[in-house]
């Protein structure tokens, strides 16, 4: 998510005025990973460093504990060759038991769950609005934690046309 790349949202103001919505000029950024499970198991991490394959490894690691069969909507790390990380593909197959990845092709959101569950987060948090990096990095942990309690929603992105994956 990005301070300077949102919108400032809806506002108001008394009639025949124009409404003035306050926003920093910083250009803040925080980097948001999760990974959805078709039974409606949500987790994720925000970030404010770069994303790297240790990062995403540590994100993996922790994940797949909280629910038999991992996270099914978690996007590989990928370097600009395309093919996945050394580390990265190292961990998947040490815990191939703990672990379902499916991995969709790129350019094509509505094929992965956990796009509609970024176009969700970037709709309802606000970015521009944060005006030091600590709050861009709250603003989705809050988010997020709200859709970790509503896995109805989580299980919904499975229910799309074009997201069918098969539940164990």
């Known amino acids: ?7 400032p949202g809806r506002s ?13 000029g910083k250009r803040l950024r925080v980097n948001v990973m999760s990974a959805v499970a078709s039974r409606g198991a949500l987790w994720f991490t925000v970030i ?8 995403f490894t540590a994100f993996l690691h922790r994940g797949p504990r909280r629910l038999p069969g ?4 978690a996007r590989d790390h990928r370097p600009a060759s395309g093919a996945p990380h050394k ?7 040490a815990n191939a038991e703990r672990v379902e990845l499916h991995l969709t092709p790129g350019y094509s959101p509505e094929l992965n769950p956990d796009e509609l569950r970024s176009a969700d987060l970037k709709r309802n948090v606000n970015a521009s609005r944060a005006h030091n990096l600590d709050r861009l990095a709250h603003e989705p942990r809050r988010f997020l934690r709200r859709r970790q309690r509503r896995p ?11 997201v069918r994956y098969a539940t164990m």
């Open 1 to 7: 998510m990005r301070s300077d790349a949102a919108t």
């Open 12 to 24: 108001w103001a008394p009639e025949g005025r124009t409404p003035i919505v306050r926003v920093t």
């Open 48 to 55: 404010t460093e770069r994303f790297t394959a240790p990062v």
């Open 70 to 73: 991992g996270p099914e909507g």
């Open 87 to 93: 580390a990265v593909r190292a961990w998947l197959e």
């Open 152 to 162: 109805h929603i989580a299980r919904g992105s499975f229910q799309t046309q074009h």
